[in-house]
């Protein structure tokens, strides 16, 4: 294969082929790339470069102008070490605050006193009922006659008792005198009166019967004054 020299506008000189080996068929096989397969080969390539290009001469003017270059942000990589939340095992005492006196505050009311409880006076108690006394003819015959005197106590506690009996001139002289079922009393005589007193008292609400038996000369054997404890007795 001849060379060619080359001049401009002509198409450059395809190198020989190595004959060692090669066949016809791989020959027909290994052809030249078209230029339109070389512009898009090596487009990437220039568009990179002018790309860097460019880059450099904006870094070159920016220098050339004299402008400080915007400030870096500047990272702390400091570390700190985490602080562990902890109450230190130390015993604080702290004081409570002393309070102000109160302004304009009144002055603290005495304590009213007590109102003083007087207690009213318990009524006496009423005195017991008295003891008393019924007197009755319970027989007469011609010369004397047998009278009774009914000692009643109405009061809730033993009485003791005295009867004392005065008669008119038609009766005489005292025959005997008892107590129904009670032991017989003593006999006084106080001038023309006769004085009965018992020698048990008489039980609660209970009742003493005292006989007596006297000489009469008239009709008229009445008592004058017949009292129990000085209570008056009624008649029957």
């Known amino acids: ?26 020959r027909s096989r290994l052809r030249r790339p078209s230029r339109s397969e070389v512009l898009l080969l090596w487009a990437p390539t220039a568009l990179g470069v002018s790309v860097a290009v460019t880059i450099i001469a904006a870094v070159l003017v920016t220098r050339g102008s004299g402008a400080a270059p915007a400030p870096r942000a500047s990272i702390d990589y400091a570390w700190t070490p985490p602080v562990a939340d902890y109450t230190p095992a130390v015993a604080v005492t702290t004081r409570a605050p002393t309070p102000s006196p109160p302004r304009n505050t009144l002055p603290p009311l005495s304590p009213t006193p007590p109102k003083p409880t007087t207690a009213k006076p318990r009524p006496p108690a009423p005195p017991p009922p008295p003891v008393t006394g019924r007197y009755t003819v319970v027989d007469t015959y011609r010369g004397g006659f047998i009278a009774e005197v009914l000692v009643t106590n109405p009061s809730p506690n033993p009485r003791d008792w005295t009867v004392r009996l005065d008669f008119p001139r038609d009766v005489g002289r005292l025959h005997t005198f008892w107590a129904e079922g009670a032991p017989p009393p003593e006999l006084d005589r106080l001038g023309d009166a006769y004085v009965f007193t018992g020698r048990a008292p008489v039980a609660v609400r209970g009742k003493v019967a005292l006989r007596v038996q006297f000489e009469r000369w008239g009709r008229d054997i009445d008592p004058t004054a017949c009292t129990v404890n000085g209570t008056p007795c009624t008649t029957t």
């Not at 294969?1 to 401009?8: G, I």
């Not at 000189?13 to 068929?25: D, M, Y």
């Open 1 to 26: 294969m001849r060379d060619r020299t080359d001049h401009p506008g002509t198409r450059p000189a395809r190198p020989a082929e190595p004959r060692h080996g090669v066949s016809s068929g791989a």
